[in-house]
């Protein structure tokens, strides 16, 4: 047998190794339609983002990947149920930085473990958020609204997506930072609790960039400053609140999506691999920076980044709610 003959015998042989080992289920992944568990209610950031790249990577993946909203606790609920999902690759969840990174510091009982229950796929780009009030709030700014919150004390009302979501984790932040004592009114998602601050029925809330900046545009609410280091190209008025007298102030929520534990690699790195090259389309990522979507350096959208990016944040958050004070039970 010629040498060239062996390695081919012999990549045959790896590859038929490989093949026995990967499950056959595996192997034909994806062959019905994939679940993406969003929970929070239909209209938020979450959503809209989960939603935008779900479209581009059924197509890779030629698999349709049905949004499935299951509210409730902060994002909880539905990153419990997912974790308890089988373990085949059609089922997964959209995660970010409250559920899946500071839920354990504020929860005293998660009916989950963001590290122990779910494997890593990919990570998302980021969004910074606005801090926005209705638009007849008297506060033009960030210290009027402080100096609002502190002669008003419980009486500065500021939505969020429920208790340990990232707008009320960084409207928590913020009142800490600030020495102020906000009323934190928890909806189902950040899509309902902004319909309020539009209607009036609330003073403002902290919101991704993706979602408010639509509502900026048409003039509904009034942004007083954005939580990135750095301004907004698409809010390049609205100073951040580093310069708005919290100096260091600094949030943005990151997300990732995670299959429950024991998914057939194989399946993790399918989808996975088909994510990698949506993100290397620069005209549908370049819809998400219209938007004010942060992109990422490309190996930070990897399984094996986002699994040490939520470690980090899982340990990260202990240390922040301990210093802020903030605990859900
Ligand atoms: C949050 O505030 O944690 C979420 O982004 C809310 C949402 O996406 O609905």
């Known amino acids: 047998m010629s040498p ?12 038929a190794t490989a093949a026995a080992a990967t499950p056959a289920s595996a192997q034909a992944w994806p062959n019905k ?9 239909a209209g ?12 581009r990577v059924s197509r890779e993946v030629g698999q349709s990947i049905i949004i499935d909203n299951s509210p409730g606790a902060g994002g909880t609920v539905g990153a419990a149920k997912a974790a308890r999902a089988p373990a085949d690759g059609y089922t997964m969840l959209v995660g970010h930085m409250g559920y899946m990174g500071a839920a354990p510091a504020l929860y ?4 989950y473990d963001p590290v122990k229950d779910f494997a890593p796929v990919f990570r998302f780009p980021d969004t910074p958020m606005v801090l926005m009030v209705r638009r007849d709030h008297p506060a033009k700014d960030v210290r009027a609204l402080v100096e609002f919150g502190k002669k008003n004390p419980g009486k500065l009302n500021l939505s969020n997506a429920g ?15 600030a020495g102020v004592q906000v009323s934190l009114v928890p909806y189902k998602g950040a899509g309902p609790a902004l319909i309020d601050v539009i209607g009036g029925q609330v003073d403002g809330m902290f919101d991704q960039t993706n979602t408010a900046l639509p509502q900026i545009t048409e003039s509904k609410v009034r942004p007083l400053a954005v ?20 100096p260091g102030f600094e949030a943005s ?19 996975q691999q088909a994510y990698l090259k949506v993100m290397s389309d620069k005209a549908f990522t370049g ?25 980090s944040e899982v340990t990260r958050w202990k240390a922040v709610a301990a210093k802020a004070n903030i605990s859900l039970d």
């Not at 929520?253 to 989808?271: E, H």
């Not at 819809?287 to 990897?302: F, G, S």
């Open 287 to 311: 819809k998400m920076t219209a938007q004010a979507i942060q992109m990422l350096p490309p190996e930070q959208y990897t399984a094996a980044a986002l699994g040490r990016h939520t470690q």
């Open 163 to 177: 208790m340990g979501s990232t707008s009320h984790l960084v409207a928590a932040l913020f009142a800490a930072s």
């Open 253 to 271: 929520t990151w997300y990732g999506i995670y299959a429950p534990k024991g998914t057939p690699p194989a399946v993790i790195d399918k989808m």
């Open 108 to 111: 005293k009982k998660l009916p």
């Open 227 to 246: 939580t990135s280091a750095t301004r907004v190209a698409q809010l390049k008025d609205v100073p951040t609140l580093a310069e708005s007298g919290l």
């Open 33 to 41: 339609p994939i679940t993406w568990i969003v929970p929070f209610a």
């Open 44 to 55: 938020g950031p979450t959503d809209a983002l989960a939603r935008t790249i779900a479209e």
């Open 4 to 15: 060239i003959s062996k390695l081919a015998a012999c990549a045959a042989l790896v590859l």
